[in-house]
């Protein structure tokens, strides 16, 4: 099983960046999709961006598309979150999540391992 940890996340504001890791140990992620999921309180877990790793395809909630980018970088065995145009609304804790099953996908369970999560918190 693969092990997760966030890190990166932290305080700023309105417009500005921030880029969250997600550092994976215990399996290589070359053959996981990978994905990011927020939760604010109050709220369910909702999906944010996904890469695949059978073709590298990107997916993202229609929230952020063209604002965030997900990347991974295999050797260093960690996927990426770029934030840029950040919004208060984008406060939430942010997880990763790795997943084997075939497609991968956009619902929390379809991930089987997940990370502790990283608070992002954006003020106006």
């Known amino acids: 099983q693969v092990q997760l940890a966030e890190s990166g996340g932290g305080l700023v504001q309105a417009g500005h960046s921030l880029r969250l890791s997600c550092a994976a140990s215990?399996?290589?992620?070359?053959?996981?999709?990978m994905g990011w999921f927020r939760q604010a309180p109050g709220k369910e877990r909702e999906f944010v961006a996904s890469n695949r790793w059978s073709d590298g395809s990107t997916t993202y909630a229609d929230s952020v598309k063209g604002r965030f980018t997900i990347s991974r970088d295999n050797a260093k065995n960690t996927v990426y979150l770029q934030m840029n145009s950040l919004k208060p609304e984008d406060t939430a804790v942010y997880y990763c999540?790795?997943?084997?099953?075939?497609?991968?996908?956009?619902?929390?369970?379809?991930?089987?391992?997940w990370g502790q999560g990283t608070q992002v918190t954006v003020s106006s």
């Open positions: 999540a790795a997943s084997r099953r075939i497609g991968g996908g956009i619902r929390p369970d379809q991930y089987e391992a």
């Open positions: 215990g399996r290589t992620i070359s053959s996981y999709h």
